[in-house]
């Protein structure tokens, strides 16, 4: 199982590090990762991905410079550092672990997902 935590209500322009973290090392060590959210009446979307050795990262657009996606293969633990928060960037965020060892943006990559932690950036 995967668990998500670490989000928060922040002020737009503040930070926060959300930490996702595996019941067995199992389950994500050889795996691609990826972070996603929901907004209110929105879909939910891509926001980063890594791969199993942590040398490879995508981000989407929205996030691109203000968000960093990171893992540490012996905690088994997966991060994703926000900075320069912004209202829109609320959402539930989910982290999930993917299919195959590469960093993914498509959601059907992903086998295992946390059950989501809340960020609220209030302007």
């Known amino acids: 199982q995967l668990q998500a935590s670490g989000g928060g209500l922040v002020q737009a322009g503040g930070s926060l590090r959300l930490s996702c973290a595996a019941s067995?090392?199992?389950?994500?060590?050889?795996?691609?990762m990826g972070w996603f959210r929901q907004a209110p009446g929105k879909e939910r979307e891509i926001v980063a991905a890594?791969?199993?050795?942590?040398?490879?990262?995508t981000y989407s657009d929205s996030v691109k410079g203000r968000f960093t996606i990171s893992r540490d293969r012996r905690e088994n633990t997966v991060y994703l550092q926000m900075d320069s928060l912004k209202p829109e960037d609320t959402a539930v965020y989910y982290c999930?672990?993917?299919?195959?060892?590469?960093?993914?943006?498509?959601?059907?990559?992903?086998?295992?997902w946390g059950q989501g932690t809340l960020v609220t950036v209030s302007s």
């Open positions: 890594i791969n199993w050795r942590g040398d490879d990262t």
């Open positions: 999930a672990a993917g299919r195959g060892s590469a960093a993914s943006t498509r959601s059907e990559s992903y086998h295992y």
């Open positions: 067995r090392r199992t389950l994500i060590s050889n795996n691609g």
